[in-house]
């Protein structure tokens, strides 16, 4: 077998991976649009169960809950769609400007920008000939060198364009089946105690995973998501019993 020292260089120099852990392929797309959908429905449920809650002990007719209920939910989620959207959307117009900036800065003041790509990687134990060599490496070719100012000095990645579209589909979506999962079993006649079930359950299963998404504790994540509920809910209904 030969030696792992005396292995062949592939693409400009660079020696094949060395043996470690396994590499894994992730598709991050796939998973940041499952998390957008529970983040989504656990926003979802609070509002709505809140608002049927306090209708139904105030005696609101059932029929004018259920639509007051649905068309908060449905208001909820474009409002989550629209923020996603927008949010994307500055963030590109943000990253687009100081692109502009730092291109403009390389032209006007190419020996100050050469100073800043060596004072980052001076930081980073890089001293003599190699600092130098180095810096030259990457000022040789200007986008190259406009992308490590952005990445290094500004710690700015270019947004993806698709994921604020992601974001406001898997999100939207999420906020809206949360938001009706407490009209459902209204809808089907059921009383408001099986209303409030479901959206408790609907908390505790959106906590819960959410927490595992992100790694962190399973269960202090559900019920923190379930005590949100339950506070929006508890000040509803004392108003509207106050109010009655």
Known sequence: ??????????????????PGPPHEERHPAAMSGVSEAISGFATGIPVPLALVAALMLAGVAPGLVLLAGAVVAVALALREAVANLAEGSAAAAHHAAERAREEEESQLYPERERWEVAAILHRYGVRGAVLHDAVEAIAADRR????????????LMEPDPS?????AGFGGAGVLAGGLLPILPLAAGLPLSAALA???GGLLAAGWLSAAA???ARVPGAMMAL??????TAGAVLAALLLR
């Open 163 to 167: 994921a604020a579209r992601r974001r």
């Open 1 to 18: 077998m030969p030696d792992a020292s005396h292995r062949e260089p592939t693409r400009d120099g660079l020696p094949p991976m060395p």
């Open 144 to 155: 190259r060198w406009v992308d490590f100012m952005m990445r290094f000095e500004l710690d």
């Open 214 to 216: 992100a790694g962190h």
């Open 198 to 200: 479901a959206g408790a």
């Open 227 to 232: 005590g949100g509920g339950v506070l929006a």
